[in-house]
């Protein structure tokens, strides 16, 4: 009796299924298609895109809405190469996701075969793990080594390429390894004296503030958060994937203050947040406070920056220690710290105000801060919200405030331009009940957006605004403030695209708008259409986000 067989690309399904992936992005090619067929048996879903930077974009933004990890399928040479910018992403931005890629045979290997390039080689330094599939019958284990190598530390990108030959071919299935029960808890709760030490200086902080970061929701530790800030009056701030911890209009919700606070603070906690050029490289913290670095991964902690304390784990389950040891004292601090957040908070009016009338401007072209006010107004608690561009979006930091824990994506600090379709394509995917809104800059969009058809395909129906200046208007300002505006204008000036005849072209609901009047109409019947859509916003190309003209590349 014949022992049954199986085919490499039957394996890879089987080792996703078992990790509990559902939907694989992919662009076709002849190096992985027996890949598909596997994922048909297992009933794992193939959503075919247009560019495989998109793939690698929807493995990343699946893996951020859904705590699991996201996976793209490619083929080799370019079909891999096209993914690197997806994969690096990824990788600055701690997400985890596989890529697989094809590769030509292992029987013609340095032979030349069709689109054969040395993978491993290149993907190396921007993943946590990259390897050779050398078998068939370690197809399935090496899959589940990549995906245990995500979670290592903070978590990352693997990459593995599967030769024609080895995905091909068909072993006995009693032969082939296929791991079910081989992922441990990465949960760690940190050094518990170091714990002690932070409820103590908590315990004497008069002026204490702290940043979540977008680890806080990579361990989804919102409830840990807010009863941290909460219990003991801890003025909190947010950035990447963190932003909505905490409620707009939370007494503990901080968003404009930020600087003032880091300069007149005595206590910053920084939790999930490297000292990198968001943080100019921890030059920002006044030099009197006592600073605490919470990360998952120790070669983080205390890199450009001496810190007082450094703990390393789960900054949830941190969080709550550090919350039940400050609270069993009798003094922990919070009760003084009344006047404290009162001061905060006038600050913090003080810069919403000045703002504000710009925020309501009636003028046009429109005032990108008219924009994203009139976005901000419209979002809902179920709205995710995505950022994907340089200027607007820049604007859209200061005033869009999400309701909601994991309602804000962006691509975090390699600055991608070009994620927003393929995050809106994981988000809606995995979270069909959620409405997805997409701020674009029109140079972003132009990068990736035939992938608009591949949402009108796959009657995926979004909100997609851009910012429509026919210019890159943040390296634009740099270029001004740097060689004068007779030089201003120097590889950086785009076509005046009517993006919204663009989405109707493509089946999806478009429309342009001149009036910031019509901005929330607009909004609005896009909402209602059910279609993917493309809102095209012309705001003023001659004002710059406060952001874009601090940026320290220019000075």
């Not at 996703?16 to 297992?42: P, R, S």
Request: with cysteine; glycine share 10%.
């Amino acid at each position: 009796m014949m022992s049954e067989t199986i085919s490499g690309g039957h394996l890879v399904a089987k080792a996703l299924k078992a990790e509990g992936v559902e939907v694989i992005y992919t662009l076709c090619g002849g190096h992985i298609i027996d890949i598909y067929d596997g994922c048909v048996d297992e009933g794992i879903e193939v959503i075919d895109v247009r560019h495989e930077q998109v793939a690698a974009h929807a493995a990343d933004g699946y893996a951020r809405i859904t705590g699991k990890p996201g996976c793209a399928v490619v083929t080799a040479g370019p079909g891999t190469t096209d993914a690197v910018t997806g994969v690096a992403n990824a990788f600055r931005a701690e997400s985890p996701m596989l890529l697989i890629g094809g590769q030509g045979a292992l029987s013609q290997h340095k032979m030349g075969s069709l689109q054969d390039l040395p993978h491993v080689d290149m993907m190396a330094p921007i993943t946590k793990f990259a390897a050779t599939v050398p078998t068939t019958e370690r197809v399935a284990d090496l899959v589940s080594m990549a995906f245990r190598e995500c979670y290592h530390g903070a978590p990352g990108p693997s990459f593995l390429e599967i030769p024609r030959d080895v995905l091909d071919a068909k072993v006995p299935l009693d032969k082939a390894r296929i791991p079910k029960n081989y992922r441990a808890s990465t949960r760690q709760a940190g050094d518990p004296e170091s714990i002690e030490r932070l409820a103590d200086m908590l315990a004497h902080a008069e002026k204490p503030a702290i940043l979540l970061g977008s680890q806080v929701q990579t361990c989804r530790a919102t409830d840990a958060a807010i009863d941290f800030v909460r219990g003991l009056n801890v003025p909190a701030y947010m950035n990447g994937s963190a932003r909505g911890t905490l409620p707009p209009g939370d007494p503990m919700h901080f968003q404009l203050s930020r600087r003032y606070a880091f300069t007149e603070a005595d206590l910053i906690i920084i939790v999930g947040t490297p000292f990198d050029f968001r943080m100019g490289y921890g030059k920002r913290l006044s030099p009197t406070a006592k600073v605490v670095q919470i990360d998952l991964d120790y070669r983080t902690v205390g890199k450009n920056r001496d810190i007082d304390l450094g703990i390393v784990g789960d900054p949830g389950l941190i969080l709550s220690a550090a919350a039940q040891a400050a609270s069993g004292r009798v003094e922990n601090g919070a009760a003084r710290r009344k006047e404290w957040i009162e001061e905060l908070r006038a600050v913090e009016t003080q810069a919403y105000e000045k703002r504000l009338p710009r925020q309501l401007s009636d003028a046009q072209p429109i005032d990108p801060y008219r924009l994203v006010h009139e976005i901000n107004e419209f979002l809902t608690e179920d709205t995710i919200y995505i950022g994907d561009g340089g200027d607007i979006v820049t604007f859209s930091g200061q005033v869009v405030q999400p309701k909601s824990p994991g309602h804000w994506m962006d691509p975090g600090p390699l600055g991608t331009l070009g994620v927003g379709m393929a995050f809106a394509m994981a988000a809606k995917k995995a979270r069909p009940d959620k409405e997805v809104l997409c701020l674009f800059g029109d140079g972003a969009f132009s990068l990736t957006g035939w992938d608009f058809e591949t949402m009108v395909r796959f009657d995926l129906p979004f909100i997609g605004v851009i910012g429509n200046n026919s210019s890159m208007n943040q390296i634009r300002y740099g270029q001004a403030a740097k060689y004068g505006e007779d030089r201003a204008r120097v590889g950086n000036t785009l076509g005046d695209v009517r993006y919204g005849e663009f989405a109707k072209l493509l089946g999806g609901h478009g429309e342009e708008v001149r009036d910031p009047a019509d901005i929330r109409p607009a909004l609005e019947r896009a909402r209602e259409s059910g279609k993917p859509s493309l809102i095209n916003v012309w705001v003023d190309p001659d004002v710059y986000a406060p952001g874009t003209m601090n940026q320290t590349m220019y000075k």
